[in-house]
């Protein structure tokens, strides 16, 4: 706004825009920082020398604005499009107004064309519980590193090849996805969500992992067929692993203490985890972070196998933990900074005697 020029006649104050209330009366609407910046250069003659700005100014400006403000900046002018379009790292797929006849298929495509052809730079998008399909999986970016099609159940094994080369991070739970196409996903995936997928049988999805090298963080939650497979993780050097809510069983879970590499490790709800399984994290050295919420089979002697570098420990809902035990049991846990002890008791009840007095 310090630039000095002649006002365009065209140009409209976005302090003096009004908006109609209640049908008839008018008020003042303040407008935000993106309609400002477009009145300024409207009423400048210095759009042409803003363009030539380093790109590094640039990303700086637009890593502000959201996706719809970038679009709005892009009106400007066609230098400024392509310098708007050329800022777009993120998409929520899920945060445009949704078609409400059967055209929804159609309008996703459309906007996907969009993004591929004019956001080259798209790092991330959002496609949960949308009507994303197979066909839309071809019209994806190439560089493109993060993407969630969670709960997008007309996902299938069919093109899943297809996927970008540089993909890192993947959320495809809920999806219709077998263990056939996970054999099919990029190698150099590093994080991969699978949870509540309930169309993958436990060992021969595990079995597909030992492939991807570049593994490190790994969502199994809520697979209700993950019996057993854990020991086909053991050549990945996986730092984060969600296993809440699988029936697995103390012999199912032994593999787990050849994942040294692991820091964060979720147990919580798995009905046949009991002291003995909690032996098993005697040599993950690196744990930091461990949930064992709801696990009722947890003991107050079973917490002394708990490594001494936990930093986090959610106990929730064990009923055989109380607060006076656990203290004394992690005692030897000086790192320790976050304990949850929700609807555990205060101490153990205490038996008492009563005689009649003569």
Known sequence: RKHKGTPSSTAVEPEKKRRRVDGEKMEEEEEGPVNHLVYDLNSTNAVDQLTSFPPEIWDNICSNFMFWELVRLARVSKQWSAI???RVRHFELTSLKKPTDTSAAAHTEQVLHMLSLRC???HSLNAMRTTFNDSNIEQ???????????NCRQVSDAKLDKLPQFLEVLSAGGTSITAEGIAKLPRNLVALSLRNQLTIPGDDTLSALREFGSLRELQLGCCLQLTDGLSHLSSLKLESLELSMCP????SLSPLQELTCLRTLALSTIPQLNDACLEYLIPLRQLSRLSLAYCGGVTEAG?????????VLDLGGCIQVTLQGACGALHFCFQLEALNLTACRLSAPTTTTTTNAE
């Open 84 to 86: 708007a379009y050329a």
């Open 120 to 122: 080259p730079s798209l």
């Open 140 to 150: 994806l970016p190439q560089d493109l590193c993060v993407l969630n099609i969670t």
């Open 248 to 251: 697995l069983t103390p012999a």
């Open 303 to 311: 917490l002394a196998h708990l490594p001494r570098t936990l930093s």
